[in-house]
């Protein structure tokens, strides 16, 4: 027998509150309030729009309701990694790791277009682009200094941006004629339906990265499952009036195609821009801001714990002795997605690829972690699990049905993008084959071991 590993060590630190969490919660997805949910409507038409989001409201509810007691029984900064790994060990770590990367890397160039198509809608001689770029390096610079600080202002923006919403539901809510809604509602059809579930997608995509900053929260027993609750609900409730009202107040057909759709859909409601419509895309930036933050600490995260076992270079699991924070895994994001944003020059109209994309991930990431959660539900039944999925085991299968349906549903649609995700798979696997001895050194993390019987065993 070998030399005994050397212990994982936890050098991310508690630092997070409960209030904090549930703004990590909103504000990784908030952004999906402020754009990337109208190309659904170029698609399916708003009122087969709004099938299609009701449909992924269901499987968000049952998704977060069981992934609760994953990241309240594992509270690892690896997330669904962790969790698949403790369930099938190396390939079940690498494909929920990889896939999470996926969705969390993608994601923050699409909002950083549109934190720059903002801008630009307030100052059109500022270039959309630059605002993009200049975003990466602000705010990789602030997750770099902390994560009591990174928390401390998702709050605040977080906060913003919900009022935000909230005052432009209530200023076009006036506004609001059913005719205009059902105008050529189903124009997609049944097909459409399908086509556009990734922009459904996007209205809650990403709040399972609350898992990621598990390790750093005080209190996670209580603090996890009160943020992921309040925060789907939250989530719901805007998403819901955001979409109904602003595909009531005009031609929706205008705004179906918009990096901008608040601002653009009041200016559509008073006629031309004015002092709200000039304060919703000013705050609005603010939304954007809140979920671009919030994912680059998940993306970091995720980076971060994969590296540290092995997954990927070691280097990347480094963390800053003065702010405690993974700075080559920030950088490293931050480098993949600058070069995701530039791509708009050469291809524009990019961002709903990117969105696209970053839903494919999120999706393949939730069926293994909800086969995981019934996996350890037999191999694992001693392990302590404060919270438990409720209507076990009818939510994580309806999870599982309903995220399989909407994975297909974006394969069969986006046969290209399919093949981009698959070859970046494929480049994952080529370096997890080459890195056994690599995972072997790895620290020992009990987190990852069962507690309960193996699979397989006597």
């Known amino acids: 027998m070998g030399e005994p590993r050397v212990k994982v060590s936890r050098e991310l ?43 992924i409201t269901v499987l968000y509810v049952t998704f977060i309701f069981s992934y609760t007691e994953l990241t309240t029984a594992i509270p690892h900064a690896g997330g669904p990694f962790a969790y698949s790994k403790r369930a099938f060990g190396d390939v079940g770590g690498f494909l929920a790791g990889f896939a999470t990367l996926v969705e969390f890397v993608f994601a923050p160039p699409a909002i950083a277009l549109s934190i720059g198509a903002y801008v630009n809608f307030l100052f059109p001689a500022v270039s959309a682009i630059a605002v993009a770029v200049i975003a990466y390096l602000v705010f990789v610079g602030i997750n770099l200094l902390g994560v009591k600080i990174a928390a401390s202002f998702e709050l605040v923006v977080t906060v913003l941006a919900v ?19 059902t105008k050529d509602g189903f124009m997609g059809g049944i097909p459409g339906i399908f086509a556009a579930i990734p922009f459904a997608i996007w209205f809650f995509l990403a709040i399972e990265g609350v898992a990621m900053s598990a390790e750093e929260v005080k209190n996670p027993k209580k603090a996890i499952p009160r943020a992921y609750i309040s925060g789907i ?7 819901l009036g955001v979409m109904i009202f602003a595909g009531g107040v005009g031609d929706w057909k205008a705004l179906a195609s918009m990096n901008s759709p608040l601002p653009d859909a009041m200016k559509m409601y008073f006629g031309g821009q004015n002092g709200w419509t000039f304060m919703l895309g ?28 092995g ?85 994580p299968a309806i999870a599982i049905a309903l995220s399989a349906v909407a994975l297909a549903a974006m394969v069969w649609f986006n046969p290209i993008l399919t093949a981009i995700l698959l070859a970046i798979l494929a480049v994952g696997w080529g370096y997890f ?22 699979p397989g065993a006597e």
Request: glycine share 12%.
């Open 282 to 309: 000013f705050i609005g930036v603010f939304g954007l801001i809140a979920s671009f933050h919030g994912i680059i600490l998940g993306y970091s995260r995720q980076i971060f714990a994969l590296a540290r076992a």
């Open 433 to 454: 084959v080459l890195t056994h001895r690599q995972r072997a050194e790895a620290p020992f993390d009990e987190m990852m071991e069962l507690t309960g019987a193996t």
């Open 311 to 395: 997954f990927l270079p070691g280097g990347l699991s480094k963390v800053s002795k003065s702010f405690q924070t993974p700075h080559w895994a920030l950088t490293a994001g931050g480098v993949v997605g600058v070069v995701s944003v530039l791509c708009e020059i050469p291809f524009p109209g990019v961002t709903g690829s990117l969105i696209t994309m970053s839903a494919m991930g999120a999706v393949l990431m939730y069926l293994i972690s909800m086969v995981s959660l019934f996996q350890l539900r037999k191999t694992d039944p001693d392990m302590d699990r404060p919270f438990k999925a409720p209507f076990y085991p009818a939510f």
């Open 13 to 55: 630190k508690p630092q997070i509150g409960t209030w904090q969490l549930w703004a990590i919660a909103v504000g990784l997805v908030i952004s999906g309030e402020y754009f990337g949910w109208s190309f659904g409507w170029g698609v399916s038409g708003t009122p087969g729009f709004l099938v299609s989001v009701l449909l």
């Open 163 to 181: 009022a935000e919403l909230l005052v432009f539901i209530g200023v076009v809510a006036p506004g609001f004629k059913v005719e205009n809604f």
């Open 233 to 239: 609900l939250t989530l719901t409730a805007l998403a």
